[in-house]
């Protein structure tokens, strides 16, 4: 273990809450004993593991602009337009980050008519939901996607749901937390949901596009 305090430079350019346990756990140790120092290490790494969940990220992938979508024509995801808007949560859902998930999702992808939205011209229609980092979802979690696609259809605004690993989608149909909503909603991949939303038809003075 004395070895290992020539890694702590490391460890600090890497990750630096990774090398607070390894404090806490070397001086633990030092100054209790091997046994507990052990245990307070482990137990202090599981507290951190929840700061992180509290601190999860959302990452803003893109937004597509209406008007631009045409049948069988490449969709540049990366370009920020107002009316649709592509979010990737980054970090497993459960219990201790649900509330910071349906926040995110809030401030990120304002609803029409709430104080983020600017305008008409800025009007969200389609929201996605890239789910590819959620390697595992608790009955919290999945509560969550669930209410943020209840919410946001119920101010007409479509929501898709993509990249959904085998975990998370045994927790969404065995909790029967989308069977009031379109099935349409779970979608394989992003470009797939882009394809739904390009087929659309769409109210108002956007061009109306069928496939």
């Not at 430079?9 to 120092?37: C, N, Q, Y």
């Not at 790494?45 to 008007?67: H, P, S, T």
């Not at 479509?158 to 937390?177: A, I, K």
């Amino acid at each position: 273990m004395y070895l290992q305090v020539f890694d702590l430079r490391t460890l600090w350019h890497v990750d630096k809450l990774e090398m607070l346990v390894w404090i806490v756990t070397f001086a633990s140790v030092l100054i209790i004993d091997v046994a507990p120092g052990l245990l307070i290490g482990v137990v202090f790494n599981l507290f951190l593991l929840i700061v992180r969940a509290q601190l999860a990220a959302m990452a803003l992938l893109g937004q597509l602009e209406l008007a631009a979508l045409r049948v069988n024509e490449n969709l540049d995801t990366s370009r920020e337009l107002p009316s649709t808007k592509i979010l990737r949560f980054e970090h497993s859902l459960f219990y201790a980050n649900a509330w910071r998930f349906k926040k995110l999702v809030r401030e990120m992808a304002p609803l029409p008519g709430s104080k983020g939205c600017s305008g008409d011209s800025s009007r969200l229609h389609h929201l996605i939901l890239d789910c590819s980092c959620i390697s595992y979802a608790d009955t919290a979690g999945a509560k969550a996607i669930a209410k943020i696609v209840k919410e946001y259809q119920a101010a007409q605004v479509s929501v898709h749901v993509c990249h959904c690993r085998e975990s998370l989608l045994g927790v969404l149909q065995r909790g029967q937390f989308l069977q009031d909503v379109d099935k349409r909603v779970l979608q394989a991949s992003i470009e797939t949901a882009l394809e739904d939303v390009s087929c659309g038809n769409y109210a108002g003075e956007q061009e109306v596009i069928k496939c």
